[in-house]
């Protein structure tokens, strides 16, 4: 079979402007980016049709390093759907620069359900990453000018800087960093460091504003530190969140693209599942939803981090209530929490795969407790037996949740057929209820993570820092305990340890400290060694990375 960039390649592009006419979209209301992107403006989402028509959530199983194939089922299924008469839009997160050129190589899909063009989506596309990067590191910049500016002016100092850089590369050695080194017309000296453009509460910003008005409200409330009289500081005491806004005001637009199928997808805003709320914006899912009947969208990682914020976060603050949600499983990732070792897990092993089921049966739990109806997506692989596929379609119809193989990657369209009907069939008989939240909003921080870490992953109990009481004290004293939380931790355990495969009960879930984004309206909770700023690997995938006659390879 061809690589992925090949079948992209292989793919005779639709000019955008026609993808647009198919779905409805005014394409002379969109503002172009080449022939085949285009961005489509906020002001034509229609509320009374994002409420009408129906949302499907994908999310996984707890993830092998692999991956499990959230976003191939995700623009599979909406290819299954065109091909038995529906219509259908895929709503997506934009890829990462640091994961394409550390471990994964691209997230714009694989095989034969892809969207297109990869290598812009991959690469630089319409430029919302550097918008978000350069919009977080101006805040920075301009705080510095003014820590500089007033040094010794009484009233114009801060006791503490919460407020630090980003960058859209994984780079371990800017974790924590000094600057103002040097002669003083450097600066002010300070301790600091970078987090990955994804972690960002500009993206999250992003991700959760309605409008423009919105985001620049929201920027305007960034927590950047404390004062001497223990106040907090925003960006609007600075007075440049119309500045900042300014930068942002192309990246606000949802992407629009188009499948290997040619069908519609929204592609905007990237926050990680593990260190963000892990969802694309909420204007590319109204959007969508504006413009189809059916639109799919993913959660990042697995069901207790992405889903569980898709929901908790999202939903919540967009008043979205998906008509279903798809758990994606493989055969690896369930050998893997069967307690087969890692290299025997693409081999037969049918007591480490039913082993495996735990994890599946906890995600479902967990999707169920929200009044989700239930659809398990097998993502298959050429190693995958008939005998296999069987005992979890077996087990599935036990559960009473529906079961399909999907085959996209290798097929396309054709290979989600099966899944694009069961999923309509229980849209139509059995969809799910309104959301039931984990926490109401107002349950304090406290109660809120522990709701969380009991209920959701399976913890006894849960403890916090010393850093993060004082950092709820603050959130207290700033009356935002009404806010949701997310919470920051490992993606391939429900613990806080990413060794702790399968499903792991009982355990003490430690946070270890306390982010306010206060512009964004959420807490994040960081819980054990996860980083907001990743390392890479020894081989990074960068060294596959090439242009070779005016061609990249490499890109997946």
Same mark, same amino acid.
């Given at each position: 079979?061809?690589?992925?960039?090949?079948?992209?390649?292989?793919? /005779?592009?639709?000019?955008?402007?026609?993808?647009?006419?198919?779905?409805?979209?005014?394409?002379?209301?969109?503002?172009?980016?080449?022939?085949?992107?285009?961005?489509?403006?906020?002001?034509?989402?229609? /509320?009374?049709?994002?409420?009408?028509?129906?949302?499907?959530?994908?999310?996984?199983?707890?993830?092998?390093?692999?991956?499990?194939?959230?976003?191939?089922?995700?623009?599979?299924?909406?290819?299954?759907?065109?091909?038995?008469?529906?219509?259908?839009?895929?709503?997506?997160?934009?890829?990462?620069?640091?994961?394409?050129?550390?471990?994964?190589?691209? #997230?714009?899909?694989?095989?034969? #359900?892809?969207?297109?063009?990869?290598?812009?989506?991959?690469?630089?596309?319409?430029?919302?990453?550097?918008?978000?990067?350069?919009?977080?590191?101006?805040?920075?910049?301009?705080?510095? %000018?003014?820590?500089?500016?007033?040094?010794?002016?009484? *009233?114009?100092?801060?006791?503490?800087?919460?407020?630090?850089?980003?960058?859209?590369?994984?780079?371990?050695?800017?974790?924590?960093?000094?600057?103002?080194?040097?002669?003083?017309?450097?600066?002010?000296?300070?301790?600091?460091?970078?987090?990955?453009?994804?972690?960002?509460?500009?993206?999250?910003?992003?991700?959760?504003?309605?409008?423009?008005?919105?985001?620049?409200?929201?920027?305007?409330?960034?927590?950047?530190?404390?004062?001497?009289?223990?106040?907090?500081?925003?960006?609007?005491?600075?007075?440049?969140?119309?500045?900042?806004?300014?930068?942002?005001?192309?990246?606000?637009?949802?992407?629009?693209?188009?499948?290997?199928?040619?069908?519609?997808?929204?592609?905007?805003?990237?926050?990680?599942?593990?260190?963000?709320?892990?969802?694309?914006?909420?204007?590319?899912?109204?959007?969508?939803?504006?413009?189809?009947?059916?639109?799919?969208?993913? #959660?990042?990682?697995?069901?207790?981090?992405?889903? /569980?914020?898709?929901? %908790?976060?999202?939903?919540?603050?967009?008043?979205?209530?998906?008509?279903?949600?798809?758990?994606?499983?493989?055969?690896?990732?369930?050998?893997?929490?069967?307690?087969?070792?890692?290299?025997?897990?693409?081999?037969?092993?049918?007591?480490?795969?039913?082993?495996?089921?735990? %994890?599946?049966?906890?995600?479902?739990?967990?999707?169920?407790?929200? *009044?989700?109806?239930?659809?398990?997506?097998?993502?298959?692989?050429?190693?995958?037996?008939?005998?296999?596929?069987?005992?979890?379609?077996?087990?599935?119809?036990?559960?009473?949740?529906?079961?399909?193989?999907?085959?996209?990657?290798?097929?396309?369209?054709?290979?989600?057929?099966?899944?694009?009907?069961?999923?309509?069939?229980?849209?139509?008989?059995?969809?799910?209820?309104?959301?039931?939240?984990?926490?109401?909003? /107002?349950?304090?921080?406290?109660?809120?993570?522990?709701?969380?870490?009991?209920?959701?992953?399976?913890?006894?109990?849960?403890?916090?820092?010393?850093?993060?009481?004082?950092?709820?004290?603050?959130?207290?004293?700033?009356?935002?305990?009404?806010?949701?939380?997310?919470?920051?931790?490992?993606?391939?355990?429900?613990?806080?340890?990413?060794?702790?495969?399968?499903?792991?009960?009982?355990?003490?879930?430690?946070?270890?400290?306390?982010?306010?984004?206060?512009?964004?309206?959420?807490?994040?909770?960081?819980? *054990?060694?996860?980083?907001?700023?990743?390392?890479?690997?020894?081989?990074?995938?960068?060294?596959?990375?090439?242009?070779?006659?005016?061609?990249?390879?490499?890109?997946?």
């Amino acid at each position: 079979m061809k690589s992925d960039i090949e079948i992209a390649r292989s793919i /005779e592009l639709q000019k955008i402007r026609e993808v647009a006419t198919k779905v409805g979209i005014p394409y002379e209301e969109m503002s172009h980016y080449g022939r085949y992107i285009a961005k489509v403006p906020v002001e034509l989402i229609d /509320e009374d049709k994002v409420q009408k028509n129906n949302l499907i959530l994908v999310t996984a199983i707890t993830p092998t390093k692999a991956g499990i194939g959230k976003t191939t089922v995700s623009i599979g299924l909406a290819l299954g759907l065109e091909k038995i008469g529906k219509q259908a839009i895929v709503a997506l997160r934009e890829p990462s620069l640091g994961p394409c050129f550390g471990m994964k190589g691209g #997230a714009a899909g694989g095989g034969y #359900a892809q969207v297109l063009p990869m290598e812009n989506i991959n690469l630089h596309f319409t430029g919302d990453f550097h918008a978000v990067t350069s919009a977080h590191n101006m805040i920075t910049a301009l705080l510095d %000018n003014y820590l500089y500016q007033n040094q010794g002016v009484c *009233g114009k100092g801060l006791k503490e800087i919460l407020w630090k850089r980003v960058l859209d590369v994984n780079d371990r050695s800017l974790r924590q960093i000094i600057t103002g080194l040097g002669p003083r017309t450097n600066g002010i000296p300070t301790e600091t460091g970078f987090d990955i453009t994804p972690a960002s509460e500009i993206m999250a910003i992003l991700c959760l504003s309605k409008d423009l008005e919105d985001l620049k409200r929201r920027i305007g409330e960034i927590l950047l530190g404390m004062d001497f009289d223990n106040k907090p500081f925003r960006v609007k005491d600075l007075g440049i969140q119309g500045a900042i806004a300014v930068l942002m005001k192309d990246a606000i637009a949802p992407n629009l693209v188009q499948t290997t199928e040619h069908t519609a997808a929204f592609i905007h805003g990237g926050p990680f599942a593990n260190i963000a709320h892990g969802c694309n914006s909420i204007i590319a899912t109204k959007m969508a939803l504006t413009y189809s009947d059916y639109v799919v969208t993913e #959660a990042g990682f697995a069901a207790d981090l992405g889903a /569980e914020k898709f929901f %908790n976060i999202k939903c919540r603050k967009a008043g979205l209530n998906p008509k279903l949600t798809v758990i994606v499983a493989t055969s690896q990732g369930l050998k893997m929490h069967g307690d087969v070792q890692l290299e025997d897990i693409k081999k037969p092993h049918r007591e480490g795969l039913i082993k495996g089921f735990e %994890n599946l049966d906890k995600h479902i739990e967990n999707m169920k407790s929200f *009044g989700q109806s239930v659809v398990v997506a097998f993502n298959k692989h050429a190693f995958d037996t008939d005998e296999e596929i069987e005992l979890i379609r077996a087990h599935c119809a036990e559960k009473g949740v529906g079961f399909a193989v999907n085959n996209a990657f290798s097929e396309g369209g054709n290979g989600a057929v099966d899944l694009a009907k069961i999923v309509v069939e229980t849209i139509e008989n059995k969809p799910s209820t309104p959301l039931h939240f984990t926490y109401n909003d /107002e349950d304090s921080i406290k109660l809120k993570i522990e709701k969380i870490a009991k209920n959701i992953y399976g913890a006894a109990t849960v403890q916090f820092s010393d850093k993060a009481e004082r950092i709820l004290k603050l959130a207290a004293q700033m009356n935002i305990e009404h806010f949701p939380v997310c919470i920051a931790k490992t993606q391939y355990s429900f613990s806080a340890d990413p060794k702790q495969y399968g499903v792991t009960k009982g355990f003490n879930f430690k946070v270890n400290d306390i982010v306010i984004n206060n512009g964004a309206e959420f807490i994040v909770a960081i819980a *054990g060694e996860i980083m907001r700023m990743p390392g890479l690997p020894k081989v990074p995938q960068a060294v596959h990375i090439d242009i070779v006659n005016g061609v990249i390879e490499g890109l997946s």
